[in-house]
């Protein structure tokens, strides 16, 4: 006999046994035969300030699925793990810190500086790492990647070079995002946009020779400071005598001209606009195609600079206040009209960015960008589901150049020099540089490159390009990503160009995309509302097998999914159910080895539930390689919970505990056979359990994860028995439920006659209704007097089952009596209720219709109590 499992299913007293059991195995690593085919997928690496959210719990889920089941099914399999170093959060954290010791980051020095960031990254970098383990991931930690180690310190740099040579990368004044409160710029991917109540301020501004004024609108009256030009359109009839003619710009006194530019929306507003090429992306283009100065007006902390005495140091928005005070005041204000506009908001803290023309490094993306939309548009890459295509174009088609530097010093610094001297500029992978025009040594950009410009080369880099390794020559491209819709244009869309361009290859096949964790009320879980449920908590209370069967049958591609603590304790149940078959298929069990069934032992319902296991199995493959995980999931839910937990196994207990049964030992191998391939196909879902017990089970394999995954065996598929045993089980359920309509007690047991012209069907089924349908005689009946009998049809027979034997007639009339008499009392009541004018004049309509509600059900049962007792015999 084999060992036996505990007798209750307690997750904490094996997961964690089991896990370092996988590792010490190295089961997470790929196979070295080399004869396999390979299946690889590098883990969108998390931040390494964060910590395990519901996010990165449905991520890592569905990828671990993938991993297990391509595993299963004989593949190498490659699921490279790793963090990012997130400039911008970490350095945010660590300033923060050094602010609670009063310590700034001049005080100490960039050296300094990253000495404290190194340590912060050793002391909290790898808690994610431990977080995911306990999940169950099945990553290959001996590859553990970091976007700051030195292998993809060294493609960035070959990547910075390789564009800079090719003029893809340059540096130039443009027009960025700056974050006034992290202090550096961020991509346009990385800005996030909100309504924000505001106002469009109408201004007048007089013409420079006395002659009236223009009227415009604007949403940033500070920005005022810094305009050079006012434009119209060359094609507006109403302002073609005025271009060229110039004003004077309200409370500066600067002499600005009147351009025409078709980047002016005549039907929008007056047709005018002020033009301040410094703070605003359009206005900038418009400044170069007019060759219009460029006035900064705000510092870094976005306060107006000195060059204003009399707003210097005055916050944006307490400067906007001062300014439009003192337009109203000099008679230019004309009105202001409330305005409720998207703004652009940092990603990071939420801050409203400022656009601000500023000197830094960008890509030039339109020839990155081209092959990247060809890849997928060619079905190269494809998206599941395939609508986000639509988001990932609409990005690339209109992607500007991107803005690679930041004013940080936590991340990859800027490998470009520049002579003092002589103002040379050297782009290199090495460390240092010496002018090779002067000869003297150069200063390097104090700037580091954004965060995801290192995140971008992850497929390729952490399996060691530029160099030709094996990992690389083995496993790129990848087989899949897994990722959140949310982070299309940051991440995917950049790994995708930067595959094509620098490895000429597309970096994945296949970019499974999944939606937000949200809270049972359907809001993003955030900090602010305090609704974020941890799921290391979620693990301790319920077990991790239970936390990813919730995740992996709420989730369908796409689309955002609800967290209800009601559907973990669902999947805990589940598990529980699972424990409990198990637990009484090992008790049962003393054969030595597990073979394939012998088919001249089978018997109708064995046959039933080999085609129904062998039909799973050819359904569940297909979903889970066409993505569709939660479906693949209900299909097992609903197979082992019903067709084998409470049919098979209830149809076969009294051969399978009966030793002297000539068809124990087949019922045994059937029994055992169908439920390690049920094992085996849940496996990659709940890994944990479906371990612990299939180490029970009599096998070849040392572990579920390295066995093979099940296949759809055509030699047991037997349809013909299939559908002839739903007819017996369609007939038994129809007598439970009715029996349950009618409160029988299981106990309480009834004959039953079945007029049925499929009686071979039914053959050798009376066991079954005596077992599971409560019957006492089972006959079948050519015809059938139903006087006093209950009759259950169904699509092969009807069922009859005389009342008296159901029942008590004589306490059913009592009972249905009293239920009688209660009811017409309520109906009594609630008429005069009803019926009385002052009592529906008064309360309020909701409480009538309640109560009117009432009274039709007290009726209706009246009816159904009614007609039940003219039913009973006499």
Same mark, same amino acid.
């Given at each position: 006999? +084999?060992?036996?499992?505990?007798?209750?299913?307690?997750?904490?007293?094996?997961?964690?046994?089991?896990?370092?059991?996988?590792?010490? $195995?190295?089961?997470?690593?790929?196979?070295?035969?080399?004869?396999?085919?390979?299946?690889?997928?590098?883990?969108?690496?998390?931040?390494?300030?964060?910590?395990?959210?519901?996010?990165?719990?449905?991520?890592?889920?569905?990828?671990?699925?993938?991993?297990?089941?391509?595993?299963?099914?004989?593949?190498?399999?490659?699921?490279?793990?790793?963090?990012?170093?997130?400039?911008?959060?970490?350095?945010?954290?660590?300033?923060?810190?050094?602010?609670?010791?009063?310590?700034?980051?001049?005080?100490? #020095?960039?050296?300094?500086?990253?000495?404290?960031?190194?340590?912060?990254?050793?002391? *909290?970098?790898?808690?994610?790492?431990?977080?995911?383990?306990?999940?169950?991931?099945?990553?290959?930690?001996?590859?553990?990647?970091?976007?700051?180690?030195? &292998?993809?310190?060294?493609?960035?740099?070959?990547?910075?070079?390789?564009?800079?040579?090719?003029?893809?990368?340059?540096?130039?004044?443009?027009?960025?995002?700056?974050?006034?409160?992290?202090?550096?710029?961020?991509?346009?991917?990385?800005?996030?946009?909100?309504?924000?109540?505001?106002?469009?301020?109408?201004?007048?501004?007089?013409?420079?020779?006395?002659?009236?004024?223009?009227?415009?609108?604007?949403?940033?009256?500070?920005?005022?400071?810094?305009?050079?030009?006012?434009?119209?359109?060359?094609?507006?009839?109403?302002?073609?005598?005025?271009?060229?003619?110039?004003?004077?710009? +309200?409370?500066? &006194?600067?002499?600005?001209?009147?351009?025409?530019?078709?980047?002016?929306?005549?039907?929008? #507003?007056?047709?005018?606009?002020?033009?301040? +090429?410094?703070?605003? +992306?359009?206005?900038?283009?418009?400044?170069?195609?007019?060759?219009?100065?460029?006035?900064?007006?705000?510092?870094?902390?976005?306060?107006?600079?000195?060059?204003?005495? $009399?707003?210097?140091?005055?916050?944006?928005?307490?400067?906007?206040?001062?300014?439009?005070?003192?337009?109203?005041?000099?008679?230019?204000?004309?009105?202001?009209?409330?305005?409720?506009?998207? %703004?652009?908001?940092? *990603?990071?803290?939420?801050?409203?960015?400022?656009?601000?023309?500023?000197?830094?490094?960008?890509?030039?993306?339109?020839?990155?960008?081209?092959?990247?939309?060809?890849?997928?548009?060619?079905?190269?890459?494809?998206?599941?589901?395939?609508?986000?295509? $639509?988001?990932?174009?609409?990005?690339?088609?209109?992607?500007?150049?991107?803005?690679?530097?930041?004013?940080?010093?936590?991340?990859?610094?800027?490998?470009?020099?520049?002579?003092?001297?002589?103002?040379?500029?050297?782009?290199?992978?090495?460390?240092?540089?010496?002018?090779?025009?002067?000869?003297?040594?150069?200063?390097?950009?104090?700037?580091?490159?954004?965060?995801?410009?290192?995140?971008?080369?992850?497929?390729?880099?952490?399996?060691?390009?530029?160099?030709?390794?094996?990992? *690389?020559?083995?496993?790129?491209?990848?087989? /899949?990503?897994?990722? &959140?819709?949310?982070?299309?244009?940051?991440?995917?869309?950049?790994?995708?160009?930067?595959?094509?361009?620098?490895?000429?290859?597309?970096?994945?096949?296949?970019?499974?995309?999944?939606?937000? %964790?949200?809270?049972?009320?359907?809001?993003?879980?955030?900090?602010?509302?305090?609704?974020?449920?941890?799921?290391?908590?979620?693990?301790?209370?319920?077990?991790?097998?239970?936390?990813?069967?919730?995740?992996?049958?709420?989730?369908?591609?796409?689309?955002?999914?609800?967290?209800?603590?009601?559907?973990?304790?669902?999947?805990?149940?589940?598990?529980?159910?699972?424990?409990?078959?198990?637990?009484?298929?090992?008790?049962?069990?003393?054969?030595?080895?597990?073979?394939?069934?012998?088919?001249?032992?089978?018997?109708?319902?064995?046959?039933?539930?080999?085609?129904?296991?062998?039909?799973?199995?050819?359904?569940?493959?297909?979903?889970?390689?066409?993505?569709?995980?939660?479906?693949?999931?209900?299909?097992?839910?609903?197979?082992?919970?019903?067709?084998?937990?409470?049919?098979?196994?209830?149809?076969?207990?009294?051969?399978?505990?009966?030793?002297?049964?000539?068809?124990?030992?087949?019922?045994?191998?059937?029994?055992?056979?169908?439920?390690?391939?049920?094992?085996?196909?849940?496996?990659?879902?709940?890994?944990?359990?479906?371990?612990?017990?299939?180490?029970?089970?009599?096998?070849?394999?040392?572990?579920?994860?390295?066995?093979?995954?099940?296949?759809?065996?055509?030699?047991?598929?037997?349809?013909?028995?299939?559908?002839?045993?739903?007819?017996?089980?369609?007939?038994?359920?129809?007598?439970?439920?009715?029996?349950?309509?009618?409160?029988?007690?299981?106990?309480?047991?009834?004959?039953?006659?079945?007029?049925?012209?499929?009686?071979?069907?039914?053959?050798?089924?009376?066991?079954?209704?005596?077992?599971?349908?409560? /019957?006492?005689?089972?006959?079948?009946?050519?015809?059938?007097?139903?006087?006093?009998?209950? /009759?259950?049809?169904?699509?092969?027979?009807?069922? *009859?089952?005389?009342?008296?034997?159901?029942?008590?007639?004589?306490?059913?009339?009592?009972?249905?009596?009293?239920? $009688?008499?209660?009811?017409?009392?309520?109906?009594?009541?609630?008429?005069?209720?009803?019926?009385?004018?002052?009592?529906?004049?008064?309360?309020?309509?909701?409480?009538?219709?309640?109560?009117?509600?009432?009274?039709?059900?007290?009726?209706?049962?009246?009816?159904?109590?009614?007609?039940?007792?003219?039913?009973?015999?006499?």
């Amino acid at each position: 006999m +084999p060992e036996q499992l505990d007798k209750n299913y307690d997750p904490k007293s094996f997961e964690e046994k089991l896990y370092k059991n996988w590792e010490e $195995k190295g089961y997470f690593k790929p196979s070295d035969d080399r004869s396999r085919p390979a299946f690889s997928i590098v883990i969108p690496p998390p931040n390494i300030t964060g910590q395990l959210h519901m996010g990165h719990a449905l991520d890592n889920t569905l990828q671990d699925i993938l991993v297990r089941y391509k595993r299963m099914q004989g593949y190498a399999t490659l699921w490279v793990p790793g963090t990012d170093h997130a400039s911008i959060a970490t350095e945010a954290k660590i300033v923060e810190a050094m602010r609670e010791e009063g310590v700034t980051k001049d005080d100490i #020095g960039r050296d300094g500086f990253l000495e404290r960031a190194w340590e912060w990254n050793r002391k *909290y970098g790898g808690r994610i790492i431990e977080q995911l383990k306990k999940l169950g991931s099945s990553c290959d930690w001996s590859r553990t990647r970091f976007t700051l180690d030195e &292998g993809c310190s060294e493609a960035v740099k070959e990547v910075f070079v390789r564009l800079y040579e090719k003029g893809l990368i340059y540096r130039g004044n443009r027009i960025i995002n700056w974050c006034p409160k992290c202090h550096t710029t961020i991509s346009d991917a990385e800005v996030e946009y909100e309504d924000q109540a505001g106002a469009f301020w109408h201004l007048r501004y007089p013409f420079k020779d006395g002659s009236g004024y223009l009227e415009l609108a604007t949403t940033r009256p500070e920005t005022l400071l810094g305009d050079t030009a006012v434009a119209v359109n060359p094609k507006d009839e109403r302002y073609k005598g005025m271009i060229g003619k110039l004003l004077v710009l +309200p409370l500066v &006194g600067r002499e600005i001209p009147v351009i025409a530019d078709d980047y002016v929306d005549i039907e929008f #507003g007056t047709g005018v606009v002020k033009i301040t +090429p410094a703070h605003d +992306p359009n206005d900038f283009e418009v400044g170069l195609r007019h060759n219009l100065e460029v006035i900064n007006v705000l510092t870094d902390d976005a306060k107006i600079t000195d060059d204003y005495p $009399k707003y210097a140091g005055m916050d944006r928005y307490e400067a906007r206040k001062a300014i439009v005070a003192d337009l109203e005041a000099g008679g230019f204000l004309v009105r202001t009209e409330p305005y409720s506009h998207n %703004v652009g908001t940092c *990603y990071r803290c939420g801050t409203t960015i400022e656009p601000r023309v500023s000197l830094q490094w960008f890509v030039k993306m339109e020839p990155l960008a081209k092959p990247a939309i060809k890849a997928v548009r060619d079905g190269e890459i494809k998206f599941i589901p395939e609508r986000f295509d $639509k988001n990932y174009f609409h990005w690339m088609e209109n992607i500007r150049d991107w803005c690679i530097s930041r004013q940080l010093w936590w991340g990859h610094r800027i490998p470009a020099f520049y002579c003092d001297d002589c103002g040379e500029i050297v782009v290199t992978k090495d460390e240092s540089a010496v002018c090779p025009k002067c000869g003297k040594p150069m200063r390097q950009d104090p700037d580091t490159l954004d965060t995801w410009f290192s995140s971008a080369l992850w497929p390729f880099s952490t399996l060691g390009w530029p160099e030709n390794t094996e990992d *690389y020559k083995r496993f790129y491209p990848t087989s /899949a990503l897994v990722t &959140g819709y949310d982070i299309i244009t940051f991440w995917v869309s950049r790994m995708i160009f930067s595959g094509l361009e620098y490895t000429g290859k597309a970096p994945f096949e296949n970019v499974l995309i999944h939606g937000l %964790v949200r809270d049972s009320q359907g809001r993003k879980m955030s900090k602010s509302l305090g609704n974020g449920i941890d799921p290391l908590e979620v693990i301790d209370k319920y077990g991790a097998d239970a936390l990813r069967f919730s995740l992996a049958s709420g989730n369908s591609p796409g689309n955002d999914m609800r967290f209800y603590y009601e559907r973990v304790e669902s999947s805990r149940n589940f598990a529980n159910k699972i424990w409990n078959a198990a637990r009484f298929i090992l008790m049962n069990l003393d054969i030595a080895e597990v073979t394939k069934p012998d088919k001249s032992a089978l018997q109708t319902e064995d046959k039933w539930l080999l085609d129904s296991y062998n039909t799973l199995v050819a359904e569940v493959t297909e979903n889970i390689d066409k993505c569709e995980l939660g479906i693949a999931v209900q299909k097992l839910y609903d197979f082992i919970w019903d067709v084998f937990c409470d049919w098979y196994i209830e149809l076969v207990k009294p051969r399978l505990s009966d030793k002297q049964n000539a068809l124990n030992k087949s019922t045994q191998n059937t029994i055992a056979f169908v439920f390690t391939g049920l094992l085996k196909l849940l496996h990659p879902f709940m890994p944990f359990i479906t371990e612990e017990i299939y180490l029970k089970l009599p096998h070849d394999s040392e572990s579920i994860m390295v066995s093979a995954w099940p296949v759809d065996d055509e030699s047991e598929h037997y349809p013909a028995e299939r559908q002839s045993f739903e007819k017996v089980i369609e007939a038994i359920k129809a007598v439970r439920n009715r029996r349950s309509e009618m409160n029988v007690a299981p106990s309480r047991k009834a004959s039953i006659f079945i007029k049925t012209d499929c009686r071979e069907d039914f053959a050798g089924s009376e066991i079954f209704f005596s077992r599971l349908a409560s /019957a006492g005689e089972v006959r079948f009946v050519d015809s059938y007097d139903d006087d006093g009998s209950v /009759a259950i049809a169904t699509d092969s027979a009807v069922l *009859y089952i005389p009342l008296a034997e159901m029942l008590d007639i004589k306490a059913e009339r009592e009972r249905l009596g009293k239920e $009688k008499d209660n009811l017409q009392k309520e109906i009594s009541r609630l008429e005069n209720k009803l019926g009385n004018a002052e009592f529906v004049a008064k309360a309020p309509e909701k409480v009538v219709n309640s109560e009117r509600d009432k009274l039709a059900g007290y009726r209706k049962n009246l009816e159904n109590v009614e007609e039940a007792i003219a039913k009973l015999p006499q």
